[in-house]
């Protein structure tokens, strides 16, 4: 069968499986980005605080999360949950293996990895916002809330865009790791398609051209939102 014939929506096409899976992978890293967002934003306020033991905490997280392997992120927490919710089931008198869902650890395991950079991103950004600009703003009267909401929070996210843009590309090839706990997104939909038809070249190529689709689409979204962004401030 030729390439298209492969690729394609008829009887033998893979083109839905195919795209389903690039669905799941967005899923998967759009989730991920999320919950490492939540992360990242608690941490980043951990770096800033006065106190000893959040700052700790938090240089701790960066420096694990950022010096191991996300692959081994992904096994300790599958094998971890799993070991943990089987002990469980045995105080109960229950025997068997139990585990969570593939996607759910896989999306944590994604969101801790890329928390650990955007809390070192938002924290270079929050850097950049210029005292004086805070100053200006306590002195129309913002404090507390407003502050952070209207002035602190803006600008922080304007300087972090270009990072946080190159960690939601991280996590979106990251999540290609995913299916080795079971999870059929892009790349195990590639792997599953080369090995029934036996044409790997051309299923891993529709798999780059669709990871690289969704990277062209998601930087085009990430230039307008910065600029977006940047016309309040007076930024071109």
Request: overall charge positive; proline content about 3%.
């Amino acid at each position: 069968m030729s390439f298209w014939q492969l690729m394609g929506f008829g009887v033998n096409g893979w083109a839905v499986d195919l795209l389903w899976a690039t669905v799941i992978t967005c899923a998967i890293a759009l989730c991920g980005f999320l919950l490492g967002a939540v992360i990242g934003c608690l941490g980043c306020w951990a770096k800033l605080s006065s106190l000893l033991l959040p700052r700790l905490m938090a240089d701790a997280y960066t420096t694990v999360l950022r010096g191991v392997p996300d692959l081994l992120v992904i096994y300790l927490m599958y094998f971890g949950s799993s070991m943990v919710l089987t002990d469980v089931a045995k105080w109960f008198g229950i025997s068997g293996f139990f585990g969570l869902p593939a996607f759910l650890v896989g999306t944590v395991a994604i969101g801790v990895v890329s928390g650990a950079y955007q809390i070192e991103v938002l924290r270079g950004a929050f850097g950049c916002v210029p005292g004086g600009t805070i100053e200006a703003a306590r002195a129309l009267g913002l404090s507390g809330w407003r502050l952070l909401l209207l002035i602190v929070v803006p600008q922080t996210l304007l300087h972090a865009l270009p990072g946080l843009g190159n960690v939601w590309l991280l996590v979106l090839k990251e999540s290609a790791l995913i299916s080795v706990v079971g999870v059929v997104e892009l790349m195990r939909q590639a792997q599953i398609g080369a090995g029934a038809t036996h044409q790997p070249f051309y299923f891993y190529l529709a798999a780059g051209a669709l990871y690289l689709f969704v990277t062209l689409l998601s930087g085009h979204g990430l230039r307008r939102l910065e600029r977006r962004l940047a016309r309040p401030m007076g930024r071109s």
